[in-house]
């Protein structure tokens, strides 16, 4: 391949393609910004009405502070897969996914411009949580360089995750599946509601294989400084995973897997 007119990189082509990823989410945002705001509002009165009250403290602190941060991480999540699944997939569906493809741009470009918008849909939601947390809760933030890693870690590898989901995918049901059966689960038995260690031993070794857990934790120890394992094991284990998620969305939009007619 010889050098392309524009350069090594194409930031054009590539910036382009993260802004059309940002305007789509950001001309709907009542769906994909203030409605998992509400999600996460609710879950956060009803367990501290249910359950708050005589939960009594976890890791130190009372239950509701422990929530938060796994609400917010779990809402990151769901966000960020959901951007980058439903722009694949409803290009794929309506066939315009070409407009994608035929432009001058390298399978790393591609995936970098979709991450994009899948980072900046998850973080728009955390910092909004963020705030409720602040304002409402009267929460700190123990570690902000801890929190703002693991929130664009679990953007990059959820993001990374709904790219692999929409390529292999090739129906709307099948994307819906591959939702509810492996990213849902994922989520909500990842320490989410409750610190694993009132888990018994072979669920926790389980849990442990989780990339989500991981991020919840760290995102945990960010907010109030405490979790169930260190942020630097977490650290590695996230980058590990993501790297050979991105790395797998890299090699399929290379060869055009299930994306060309």
Same mark, same amino acid.
């Given at each position: ?106 399978? %790393? ?138 790395? %797998? ?13």
């Amino acid at each position: 391949m010889g050098t392309r007119r524009f350069g090594a990189v194409n930031w054009l082509g590539m910036y382009t393609l993260a802004e059309r990823e940002v305007r789509r989410f950001m001309a709907v945002w009542q769906q994909t910004l203030g409605a998992p705001l509400i999600t996460a509002g609710l879950f956060l009165a009803i367990f501290s009405l249910a359950i708050g009250p005589h939960r009594g403290d976890v890791m130190g602190v009372p239950y509701v502070q422990f929530l938060a941060p796994g609400l917010l991480m779990m809402t990151l999540i769901q966000n960020s897969f959901a951007n980058t699944s439903s722009s694949i997939m409803v290009a794929k569906v309506q066939g315009n996914i070409v407009d994608t493809l035929m432009p001058p741009l390298s399978p %790393l470009e591609m995936l970098l411009g979709y991450l994009a918008g899948g980072i900046g849909r998850g973080m728009f939601v955390a910092v909004a949580i963020m705030l409720v947390m602040i304002l409402f809760l009267g929460m700190g933030v123990a570690h902000p360089v801890w929190v703002l890693v693991f929130v664009v870690l679990g953007g990059a590898l959820m993001g990374a995750l709904g790219i692999v989901g929409a390529i292999f995918a090739n129906k709307f049901d099948q994307m819906a599946a591959i939702t509810n059966f492996i990213i849902t689960p994922l989520t909500f038995l990842s320490g989410t509601f409750y610190s694993i260690e009132v888990l018994p031993k072979s669920v926790q070794i389980m849990t442990h294989a989780n990339p989500v857990f991981y991020l919840i934790d760290g995102a945990r120890y960010g907010v109030i400084g405490t979790s169930d394992t260190s942020p630097w094991v977490g650290l590695v284990v996230v980058l590990a995973y993501t790297m050979g998620v991105c790395g %797998l969305c890299w090699y399929w939009f290379k060869k055009g897997f299930r994306m060309k007619a």
